[in-house]
Nanobody
């Protein structure tokens, strides 16, 4: 019922910027939040940011606050993750996901996921 498709990843150099996009379709009235996560090989999935619908409430994880920004374009059914000043430790597979919770910041609160888009940052 809910489909998410990430795009915008790629290979960049340290200090570069990328904007990831998440196209969402099939949303129901009970789905209030879209979030961004990343996962590096052998590591747990890490929460990055979320944005709620109705009021545009946003939250960005402390680990990337000041460099990453989440936003949405309702007309395009798209959520964005702007990533600035990328560093090698940002290399990961980046996912967007959908949640029925009001303020979810853990992956267990999200039940629909995109396929992921790879971000690789060279030092």
């Amino acid at each position: 019922q809910v489909q998410l498709l990430e795009s915008g990843g790629g290979l960049v150099q340290a200090g570069d910027s990328l904007r990831l996009s998440c196209f969402i379709s099939g949303r129901t009235a009970s789905r209030f939040t879209t979030g961004w996560f990343r996962q590096a090989p052998g590591k747990e999935r890490e929460f990055l940011a979320r944005v709620s619908y109705g009021p545009e409430l946003t939250m960005v994880a402390r680990s990337v606050r000041g460099r990453f920004t989440i936003s949405r374009d309702n007309a395009k059914n798209t959520v964005y993750l702007q990533m600035n000043s990328l560093q090698s430790e940002d290399t990961a597979l980046y996912y967007c996901a959908s949640s029925t919770y009001l303020e979810p910041d853990s992956y267990v609160k999200y039940d629909y996921w995109g396929q992921g888009t790879q971000v690789t940052v060279s030092s």
